[in-house]
């Protein structure tokens, strides 16, 4: 998200992969994909990360985390600085690569 590259975020996706926020839900690498650019033609983001938790379980790893933001609106100089939770669910791939699956993020995720 940093970075903004697009096409790299999209890649972590599974394609049955389905994103929820607190206002939608949105399904696909393609719609994720959508998603992000649009969020980026709206804001600048620079965001922080910290694992919360990490679990796995056969196929599966669950990964916890809390996330600050500063965003900063396309054509202002204000930023505000918001505070998150994110839910990554990740499934082992047949190729032996780990995919996610299932993402609930809670805002900052909005410009």
């Known amino acids: 998200?940093?970075?903004g590259?697009?096409?790299a975020l999209k890649s972590m996706f599974a394609t049955d992969a389905v994103f929820l926020h607190p206002d939608q839900e949105?399904?696909?690498?393609?719609m994720v994909?959508?998603?992000v650019i649009a969020l980026?033609?709206?804001a600048r983001y620079d965001c922080e990360w910290k694992i919360e938790g990490a679990y796995?379980?056969?196929k599966l790893a669950a990964v916890s985390s809390s996330v600050t933001c500063t965003v900063?609106?396309?054509g202002s100089r204000e930023p505000s600085t918001r505070?998150?939770?994110v839910l990554k669910v990740y499934q082992l791939q047949a190729d032996g690569s780990w995919l996610i699956v299932r993402m609930y993020a809670e805002p900052p995720l909005e410009p």
């Open 1 to 3: 998200m940093n970075s």
């Open 5 to 7: 590259n697009t096409r």
């Open 26 to 30: 949105v399904r696909g690498p393609e």
């Open 33 to 35: 994909e959508q998603f």
């Open 40 to 42: 980026l033609a709206a």
């Open 56 to 58: 796995a379980l056969d």
């Open 72 to 74: 900063v609106p396309t």
């Open 83 to 85: 505070p998150g939770q």
